[in-house]
């Protein structure tokens, strides 16, 4: 192959990715959706329709006959119609520009839909007395309570909860965000966090605000800094906002554990659905000591989830076991804790060892031990405790919540650029605006970018994504490597081979994996035939939610005993259609294979006309699309398309040519 056509089909490639830039399929699927269902809020207790006109406020002065309406009142609404009008335009534009794929778009618009009301024959809380059919006979108070014992009143925090209206028990969903140094922070920076968390309530993300302060002076200094952040927040939101913020200041009280927990669930409750924003301070009431002092925002924190989340649900000791569990399994569906938000001024997780010096997607559960150590250990002047503080924060929230939750660590800077216009100067044509993080992980529920990018790719293609400083974290999955590359190195001379009969591997489980993702039928017995003397190696994501099997294969025209030509190929790379686009479970077995097992390179073959090529293409180092034939291949091997690299070309070539497909399903695909 000449040089000549190396060049021309690098520039036919970039053609081809630049049109794959330009084009934004889930804004399409959004703004289609948008405009015939105009966006409302999911709280029926206060549904609305965005127009252009704003709605009333409580506080807005009674209005008169429109004919006794003066010149100067006119003007004044014209204007807020105009102010009104710029941002609804605004907020979609950044709602619009923030959905990275057809599938987000959608997976988004499934959550806006009103959840199916209850059934007539659903279980509901008991009637009250008075709803009740007396008997037929008067027999006195022979079966009933004495009256004292009747009129007694009975103390209880969740019943009223319980029995709302069909309308109240529609899932509520949450994003606890904890915010640092209000007190110092500009106007404008304030003035644009308030906006975004305003657009987060908009689009059915309740944000639930607890403030922290560095600890300065006595308790009470300390209680009067709190309350002036929380005023100042609050009148931030209320003029980004229609329905506006509330500050909660006696939220909590010690409980018997010496934690700090929520003493009256409806204080919380009741404005989240209103669509009312809670700017809570950290106080608690101490019982010891007959007063409210103040406590930390992570405590703070940690104890909102508790109560949202309905893990501080006691039930009365002469309560029926059944229905316990009942009210608690109805209790924890009323709300839905999805998010857990950090803005703070020390931005994304630092790191000392990947090349952009920063954890774009952190899964806890696989990478916390290495990370704290990695904080701990660093000198770097990047590296401060808090970060080390809000990792322990994150893992000890998310481990109270489901796995579908994740957090968010972001600064105030990128937390306010919802309605933030360019102001360097004179726009560059084409430039688009960096996205906010806060919007798009809401609508994606995945970071700014994919973790899995390589580093170069961000710096030529995508340089504004690329300045993000924010860290995405999942509880996430453990990583199962076989054999582990820290102890046994995957090279073509190892031995012995593994083998997918091994009983380390549950190979019906992975099966099905393979099946699943694909949606068509491995042929079991022909595919252990043709890998089982092959296999480099074995990555499992989770339960076997995704995984990769990766072998040594032979070029056409070489021997199997000269190891020097095997090519590294990763023969499956699957992942469930339940996980598919969410999770990053994809880029945790992708970073798997790139990073830790095949760090010098490795190629793969996908079917021209597969839609996962644009995933594909944005990880690889190159593409070729094979001549005569129906195979693209990709490759992570730095310098390939040299000419001193012109065998080992050939050689990934050829085996991506002449790899047989081992499928039963008689599906007949054009190769």
């Known amino acids: ?75 004044n609404a014209f204007a807020r119609w105009g102010r009104q009008r710029l941002a609804n335009r605004e907020f979609f534009t950044s709602l619009l520009s923030s959905a990275a794929t057809k599938r987000d778009a959608k997976a988004y618009i499934s959550r806006l839909k009103t959840p199916a009301k209850a059934a007539s024959g659903a279980i509901t809380a008991q009637q009250p007395a008075s709803a009740r059919k007396d008997p037929p006979v008067n027999v006195g108070n022979l079966f009933g309570r004495a009256r004292a014992v009747e009129e007694s009143p009975i103390f209880t925090q969740y019943e009223d909860e319980l029995s709302q209206s069909l309308g109240e028990q529609e899932i509520l969903h949450v994003a606890v965000v904890k915010l640092s140094n209000v007190s110092t922070m500009d106007d404008s920076i304030l003035n644009g966090i308030a906006q975004t968390l305003s657009s987060l309530s908009r689009l059915s993300m309740a944000p639930c605000i607890v403030l922290e302060e560095p600890e300065q002076g006595d308790e009470q200094t300390r209680r009067k800094q709190l309350a002036q952040s929380a005023d100042k927040l609050v009148a931030a939101i209320d003029r980004a906002s229609e329905v506006g913020a509330r500050r909660l200041d006696n939220l909590f009280s010690f409980g018997t554990d010496g934690q700090p927990q929520v003493f009256l669930r409806k204080l919380l409750t009741r404005p989240l659905r209103r669509g009312r924003i809670p700017v809570i301070v950290p106080t608690a009431y101490s019982e010891a000591r007959q007063q409210v002092v103040p406590i930390g925002a992570d405590e703070a924190l940690l104890g909102l989830i508790r109560e949202l989340a309905g893990l501080n649900f006691t039930p009365r000791k002469d309560e029926n076991p059944e229905a316990v569990a009942q009210k608690e399994n109805a209790l924890r569906k009323q709300i839905s804790v999805d998010r857990i938000i950090v803005v703070d001024e020390t931005g994304c997780i630092p790191s000392t060892k990947s090349p952009d010096r920063k954890h774009v997607f952190v899964n806890l559960h696989q990478e916390y031990p290495s990370l704290q150590e990695e904080l701990r250990s660093s000198t770097s002047g990047n590296v401060s405790k808090k970060h080390a503080t809000n990792l322990k924060l994150f893992r000890e929230a998310l481990r109270m919540l489901p796995h579908s939750s994740s957090g968010l660590l972001t600064t105030p800077l990128e937390a306010a650029n919802t309605a933030r216009a360019s102001d360097d100067g004179a726009s560059n044509v084409g430039t688009r605006r960096q996205k ?108 076997y939610e995704g995984g990769a099997i990766l072998t040594w294969e032979t070029p056409p025209g070489a021997s199997d005993e000269d190891t020097s030509r095997l090519v590294p190929y990763l023969d499956k790379f699957a992942v469930l259609k339940k996980s598919q686009g969410a999770g990053g479970v994809a880029d945790i077995v992708f970073n798997a294979m790139v990073r830790t097992c095949f760090p010098n390179g490795v190629c ?68």
Request: net charge positive; glycine share 2%; aromatic share 8%.
């Open 1 to 75: 192959m000449s040089q000549t056509a190396f060049t021309s089909s690098t520039a036919s490639l970039r053609s081809r990715y630049s049109q794959w830039q330009n084009r934004n399929d889930a804004a399409e699927v959004l703004r289609s959706y948008l405009r015939s269902n105009p966006p409302s809020t999911s709280r029926s207790c206060h549904r609305r329709r965005y127009s252009a006109q704003p709605a009333p406020r409580p506080d807005d002065p009674p209005t008169n006959d429109v004919h006794n309406v003066s010149e100067q009142e006119k003007s």
């Open 436 to 543: 906010n993080p806060l919007i798009h992980n809401l609508l994606t529920d995945k970071p700014a970018y994919s973790s899995s990018l390589p580093t170069g790719r961000l710096a030529q293609d995508t340089p504004t994504t690329s300045a993000t400083t924010s860290t995405f974290v999942k509880r996430g999955m453990p990583l199962t490597i076989l054999p582990n590359p820290h102890a046994q190195v995957w090279t073509s001379v190892s031995t012995p081979r593994l083998k997918l009969t091994d009983p380390r591997i549950d190979l019906e489980r992975l099966v099905y994996l393979i099946d699943d993702s694909f949606n068509r039928k491995l042929d079991v017995d022909a595919y252990l035939r043709r890998v089982n003397d092959r296999v480099a190696g074995v990555i499992i994501a989770g339960d």
């Open 604 to 671: 793969w073959r996908s079917r021209k006309d597969n839609p996962v090529n644009k995933w594909y293409f944005e990880r690889s180092r190159g593409t070729w699309k094979i001549p005569e034939s129906n195979w693209t291949m990709f490759w992570t091997t730095p310098n390939l398309m040299e000419e001193t690299n012109s065998q080992t070309f050939l050689d990934y070539e050829g085996v991506c040519r002449t790899v047989k497909p081992t499928w039963a399903d008689g599906k007949k695909v054009a190769d």
